[in-house]
C-alpha cells in the first residue's frame, strides 16, 4: 500500500511538472519587473528638480547677456558658477530637510494609527473584522472566503492589525518605510549630483574658451544628456519603455529651460532691465 502511494504521487508530481512546462510555452512574455530600490523616490524627484533648476538659472543668466551683443565672459561665468553653485547647495539642503522632515512625520502618522487601529481591533473586533470582509469581497474574492480568511486573520492580533492598516487605510507599517534621516541624506546628495550637470561646462570648458555662447552650448548640451539619462533610470526603475521616458523627462527640462531663456531675454530687451 505504501509503494502505491509513494508511486502515484510521483505520477502526479511529473504530471504536475509536465503540465507546467506545457503551460510556460503556451504563456505570453512575462512583462519586465521594476527595480525595487530603496529611496527611489528621492533620487528621481531631487534629481530632476536640480537639473531643471540650475538649468533654468544658467538660461536666464545666459539670455540676458548673450543677447545684449556684450562679451563680458568673465563676469558671466563669475555669475553662473557663484549663484550655481550657491542655489545648488541651498536649494539641496532645503530639499534635504524638507524630505527628512515629511519622512518623518508620514512615519509619526503611520506609528499613531497604528496605535488607533491596535485599538480598535482590541476593543471593537467586530466592525473591524466586517470592514476586511467588504474589502475582499468587493475585491471579488466569494463571500464564504473572505469571511474564512478574515476568521484566520482574527486568531493573530497583529497580523490583522496589519491588514487593516495595508487593505483599509492603505498606510504600510512604519518599519516598512524608509528612515527620515536617510531620506533627507539621498535627496540632497542626488540633487547636489545631477544639478552640477549643467554648471560643468563652464568650468571644464575654461582652459579651451572664453566664449558665453560656447559654455552656454556646453551647458545645454550636459543638461540634455543628464535629463536623458535620468529618463532612462526612471524607466529601468518603473519598468516603462525607455524612449517614451527619456523624451517626456527632457521635453520637461527643454521646457523650463526655454521658459527661463525667454524671460531672461524680455526682461533685458523689452522691459530694459540692463546691468
Not at 14 to 30: C, F, P, T, V, Y
Not at 38 to 49: E, M
Not at 137 to 150: E, N, P, S
Request: one cysteine or more; glycine letters at 8%.
Amino acid at each position: 500500500m505504501a509503494e502505491n502511494v509513494g508511486v502515484d504521487t510521483t505520477h502526479l508530481l511529473r504530471l504536475e511538472e509536465d503540465g507546467e512546462a506545457e503551460n510556460d510555452q503556451k504563456i505570453s512574455k512575462r512583462p519586465k519587473e521594476p527595480w525595487r530600490g530603496d529611496y527611489v523616490k528621492s533620487i528621481v524627484y531631487a534629481g530632476l528638480d536640480a537639473i531643471v533648476t540650475c538649468f533654468s538659472l544658467i538660461s536666464s543668466m545666459s539670455a540676458g547677456h548673450l543677447s545684449s551683443g556684450e562679451h563680458f565672459y568673465q563676469w558671466l561665468e563669475m555669475d553662473v558658477l557663484v549663484l550655481g553653485f550657491a542655489n545648488l547647495v541651498a536649494d539641496g539642503i532645503s530639499m534635504g530637510f524638507g524630505d527628512f522632515v515629511s519622512s518623518g512625520t508620514e512615519q509619526d502618522a503611520a506609528v499613531m494609527e497604528r496605535m488607533v487601529t491596535d485599538w480598535e481591533v482590541a476593543n471593537r473586533s467586530g466592525p473591524q473584522m466586517t470592514q476586511l470582509i467588504r474589502h475582499y469581497h468587493a475585491l471579488g474574492m466569494d463571500l464564504h472566503d473572505a469571511t474564512t480568511v478574515v476568521n484566520i486573520f482574527s486568531k493573530y492580533r497583529e497580523i490583522l492589525v496589519d491588514e487593516q492598516m495595508t487593505a483599509q487605510k492603505g498606510i504600510p507599517s512604519a518599519e516598512e518605510t524608509e528612515k527620515p534621516w536617510k531620506s533627507g541624506l539621498v535627496t540632497f546628495a542626488s540633487f547636489l549630483v545631477f544639478g552640477s550637470a549643467p554648471l560643468l561646462s563652464f568650468i571644464v570648458l575654461i582652459p579651451f574658451t572664453q566664449s558665453d555662447t560656447v559654455k552656454f552650448i556646453g551647458a545645454t548640451v550636459l543638461s540634455a544628456l543628464a535629463l536623458l539619462l535620468l529618463g532612462i533610470a526612471k524607466a529601468r526603475i518603473a519598468g516603462r519603455n525607455y524612449a517614451v521616458s527619456a523624451t517626456v523627462t527632457f521635453f520637461n527640462g527643454a521646457i523650463a529651460g526655454g521658459a527661463a531663456y525667454i524671460i531672461g531675454w524680455t526682461l533685458r530687451n523689452i522691459a530694459g532691465l540692463q546691468d
